[in-house]
């Protein structure tokens, strides 16, 4: 398209960023100037197509008294006012004609009639300013038209001070859905038009700063701060009464200060006080830079143990109020986490207020992604088109100018999934020209040409090791090369923690800390973005009848969409902990490892415990000298000579804090001592036939199947062995990795319709042998399977055995039995890990212990329902009925242990949570072995070590009857 073509488009398809708005400048949340909120309630009509020949709303005298109300912030399509949300993580839901979009443009005309109040001031000006507005917006006040604007996450301002009234006063915005800058904003989440970030009216008194920049630097060999705070449109003095400071703008200061970190977020208050302003500022002194290949940060190498965070609520989509933000963020700092990327816009400017304070490393990520152009092979990208390139620097500008007062930005990111080209090489120059005390990132571009460290989204573990080597496959530039492999290396994304999983983050987080360059990386994502419905629990994509959508994959949080903390938050946690505790070089003594990268150890108290048979025996407090970053200590228990059992160290907060109450536990440790036990043998009665029926001690078993119909009192259904589970999203894995989507082989292979052949039913001696074979149709291979049943004493016994029969090319799903109880046996209780799930690649956060609680309970309620549930490394467990009578499962060696009121048939064909409706029984897997679970719905799948081959395999059982 020309740039005559581009000349006659509305202005809505016009790629430039706006008209009429003032230049961007920094946030700040308070200041003695006057400011107006004009939030609340709007009126508002949604049309169905880009009305833009129809003014008449926008002129004084309007009748609106027929439209409806939005509130603002909000987005109409939650409110009921038209329209829904849609989902698409790559493709556009529309045609792809840059700069073009489509006629059926979804339009919100919003008037907000409001007085000034009679001690307004009556000098300088008046700024409108709105915060964030989706995908476009044109405005009018009074009937004069203000201009307009694109860059949906960013502020915008206008001069207002000469239309306004001193009476009534009517604003008049019009929003379309879909404009020119959609094609920068295709950011794999709902699109969801709207004003969804305040829109307020800010005095700008004569005698104000028109912009400022805090610069406070950190010196870490003799531990100064050098501060200095540049301000542009008047003259000013800078306070920080903590520090003895008062000087003039523009001057600098050197003095001792205690540095800013993520770890000790210090924080001086200061004034940055003008004739016509005082304007709080809250300063953290730190440096960053890339040195010897490694990010430093006041001169210490930083690990990032960090999540990619989109902003969403169930209820109000991207309009999150200050109570949610504090909400993420102490919940980050609980589990561990020290970084934030942006993903993949700058957050409301209020969250980075409480980074600050709170203490999280940020990489501020501009408002741009052009992922949809990825299947056309780029063709028409805007970032290497020319007459993007003022959009891309606009947005590059509002980001910078908005945030760069902040501690917590140390990093800024051009944007994401924008493949290369000329606009991100003009956005980094100017914003290295603007910031250059600050790295800058960017992932698209694999030669790093523009960047200053080197990012990738999910490597492969292998690749990741070389990588920490330098010794990854070389670019075909050698200088670009060679500039590369002096780089840190982050990954930007991994871990991707779609339903159940991710899998495989010990692995890596062992490869961060043993090579320097490796310095973390963030995991996708902070919350699964799942609407809250009245039919379907949490609704994702095609719920809303898109026609073009990417399904659950909008879920792939480590927050349900109510903010419940998923498994695999609970497992990050461990993973990513600070503190290391292991078990020492005596029996009886723990190795403490300082993990932080600043921190001492002070803040900390070490608690521990003693449990024999599941019952705390002893407990106490544990000295632990302080500890360097890095550095380790041996230590003892005062009561290490008490005897075997399990020993449990805690790390926990020694005082409360911003972030949580003293006691909270930070880290913790686990050493077992002693020979563990066995169940006695349960083999010496001999079977009985009578009837139709065998009984051997406990148990009566059908004597044409063999299998159990009763063990004691307790009715026993369908006991056999078990291979199948509901796929989860990382078995099914993502349509561009078609090479280990197990679960869609599993499928193929019929593991989710095995049958049971019975080749014999034995009762001879002191046993009954029942002969399996287990197969699924259409194929010439299974499993021969042989159940040993032997009694003793009032307890049955079952060894299993399983040899594989035929070409096996695929790892099983699970490897057990299952069985099922009445519904009446809904309590469990067991000891072993806990108290959450656990998977072969996932059960870091598995504590020892003895943990009980109800069936209904042990469910992980994922947005799609998927294998879930399973509790590891179990040496006996227990279901009951509400008078402790039930029965009771102790393993040869330590399993698996999953009970639910469905079947695994039932929760495969779930679609949402509400699909799974109790039945009459509970349903109960104990299981030998279980196929990992990798991050294959995005990232890589199940590591060798923990892939279930299908090979021979013997386990035993022991059951009692309770009660």
């Known amino acids: 398209m020309s740039r005559t073509e581009t000349d006659t488009l509305p202005w809505y398809e016009d790629p430039s960023p706006g008209t009429g708005g003032l230049a961007?400048?920094?946030?700040?949340?308070?200041?003695?100037?006057?400011?107006?909120?004009?939030?609340?309630?709007?009126?508002?009509?949604?049309?169905?197509?880009?009305?833009?020949?129809?003014?008449?709303?926008?002129?004084?005298?309007?009748?609106?008294?027929?439209?409806?109300?939005?509130?603002?912030?909000?987005?109409?399509?939650?409110?009921?006012?038209?329209?829904?949300p849609a989902y698409t993580n790559v493709v556009y839901p529309f045609p792809v004609d840059p700069p073009r979009v489509p006629s059926e443009n979804p339009t919100g005309d919003h008037l907000r009639t409001f007085t000034l109040p009679g001690d307004r001031p009556q000098d300088g000006e008046l700024v409108l300013r709105f915060e964030g507005v989706e995908s476009c917006a044109r405005v009018w006040l009074n009937g004069r038209e203000l201009g307009d604007f694109k860059g949906s996450r960013l502020p915008h301002e206008f001069a207002v001070g000469d239309l306004l009234n001193p009476g009534e006063n009517v604003l008049a915005v019009r929003v379309h859905a879909w404009s020119s800058g959609s094609y920068l904003e295709d950011q794999d989440q709902w699109w969801l038009p709207g004003i969804f970030r305040e829109v307020t009216l800010v005095h700008r008194p004569d005698g104000a700063p028109r912009d400022f920049f805090v610069h406070a630097g950190y010196d870490h060999r003799d531990g100064s701060g050098t501060l200095l705070v540049e301000c542009e449109g008047a003259d000013g003095r800078v306070l920080v009464p903590e520090l003895g400071v008062d000087i003039a703008s523009g001057a600098s200061v050197t003095l001792p200060v205690e540095p800013w970190t993520a770890e000790t977020p210090r924080l001086y208050d200061a004034e940055l006080v003008t004739a016509g302003e005082r304007i709080p500022l809250r300063i953290g002194f730190r440096t960053v830079v890339v040195e010897d290949g490694v990010i430093k940060v006041n001169g210490g190498r930083l690990l990032f143990r960090g999540v990619n965070r989109h902003e969403f609520h169930p209820e109000t989509g991207r309009a999150v109020d200050a109570s949610t933000m504090r909400r993420d963020l102490v919940l980050m700092k609980q589990h561990n986490i020290n970084a934030v990327r942006t993903s993949h816009y700058p957050p409301h400017p209020a969250f980075l207020d409480l980074c600050d304070e709170l203490g999280l490393w940020v990489i501020d990520e501009c408002d741009l992604e052009t992922h949809g152009f990825v299947d056309l092979e780029w063709r028409g990208n805007p970032v290497d088109d020319e007459r993007w390139t003022p959009a891309l620097l606009d947005r590059a500008a509002r980001m910078v100018e908005r945030d760069k007062n902040h501690a917590s930005v140390i990093i800024w990111s051009l944007g994401n999934e924008c493949g290369s080209g000329s606009g991100l090489t003009s956005m980094a120059e100017w914003i290295r020209g603007r910031d250059p005390e600050r790295l800058l990132h960017y992932e698209g571009d694999l030669s790093c040409e523009d960047v200053d460290l080197y990012s990738r989204m999910y490597p492969t573990h292998a690749e990741v090791e070389l990588i920490g080597k330098r010794a990854e496959e070389p670019l075909a530039d050698p200088e670009l090369d060679a500039r590369r492999r002096a780089m840190p290396f982050v990954m930007c994304e991994y871990g991707h923690a779609m339903g159940n999983g991710p899998g495989g983050l010990s692995e890596y987080q062992r490869l961060f800390e043993r090579y320097e360059r490796l310095q973390g990386g963030f995991v996708w994502e902070w919350i699964d973005h799942g609407f809250a419905h009245p039919e379907h629990g949490f609704a994702y994509g095609g719920d809303f009848g898109e026609e073009l959508h990417d399904g659950n994959f909008v879920c792939d949080g480590l927050l349900f969409p109510d903010r419940t903390p998923s498994p695999g938050l609970v497992e990050y946690k461990k993973v990513i902990e600070p503190v290391r505790i292991g078990p020492g070089s005596a029996a009886g003594t723990f190795t403490v490892t300082n993990g932080y990268d600043f921190a001492g150890l002070g803040h900390l108290e070490f608690v521990w415990s003693h449990e024999v048979d599941g019952t705390v025996v002893a407990s106490g407090t544990l000295a632990v000298p302080e500890l360097a970053p890095g550095a380790s200590a041996e230590v003892a228990p005062d009561a290490a000579s008490a005897g075997d059992g399990l020993w449990t160290v805690r790390a926990v907060l020694a005082g409360d804090t911003a972030w949580g109450e003293r006691g909270h536990v930070v880290a913790w440790g686990q050493v077992e001592t002693g020979v563990r036990a066995v169940p006695a043998p349960a083999a010496g009665e001999r079977p009985v036939r009578a009837g139709g029926l065998i009984t051997l001690g406990p148990g009566v078993f059908d004597a044409a199947t063999g299998v159990p119909v009763r063990i004691g009192d307790v009715p026993v259904e369908g006991l056999r062995l078990d291979v199948w589970r509901a796929p989860t999203d990382n078995d099914n894995g993502a349509a561009w990795q078609p090479d280990e989507r197990y679960g869609l082989r599993w499928r193929e292979l019929g593991l989710h319709r095995m049958r049971h052949r019975v080749d014999a039913v034995e009762a001879d001696g002191d046993a009954l042998t029942v002969r399996t074979r287990v197969a699924p149709a259409g194929w010439d291979l299974g499993l021969r399977t042989t159940y040993r049943w032997t009694a003793a004493g009032g307890r049955l016994g079952l060894t299993v055995s399983v040899v594989p029969d035929g070409d096996w090319r695929v790892p099983l799903p699970r490897l057990g039995i299952r069985f099922a109880l009445p519904a009446a046996y809904g309590g469990a209780r067991w000891t072993g890990g806990g108290p959450g799930e656990a998977y072969p690649d996932t059960r870091a956060a598995a504590m020892l212990g003895t943990w009980e609680m109800g069936v209904d309970a042990l469910q992980t309620p994922y947005v799609r329902p998927q294998e879930n549930g399973a509790r590891a490394d179990v040496r006996w467990a227990e279901l009951t009925d509400t008078g402790g009578a039930g029965l009771r499962a102790e393993g040869g060696t330590p399993f698996w242990f999953t009970a639910r009121r469905w079947t695994s048939e039932q929760l495969d064909a779930a679609e949402h949570a509400p699909d799974l409706v109790a039945g009459d029984r509970v349903w109960v897997n104990l299981d030998h072995a279980l196929q990992g679970i990798g991050s294959q719905s995005c990232g890589p799948g199940v590591l060798p070590e923990h892939r279930l081959g299908a090979e021979p395999a013997e386990f035993s059982f022991v059951f009692a009857p309770l009660g």
């Open 24 to 84: 961007p400048r920094p946030w700040y949340a308070t200041s003695d100037a006057w400011r107006m909120s004009l939030n609340g309630e709007w009126a508002f009509r949604l049309s169905p197509r880009a009305a833009t020949e129809d003014e008449s709303f926008a002129r004084p005298g309007f009748d609106a008294s027929e439209w409806g109300t939005v509130a603002v912030p909000g987005h109409w399509v939650l409110q009921g006012a038209g329209g829904a």
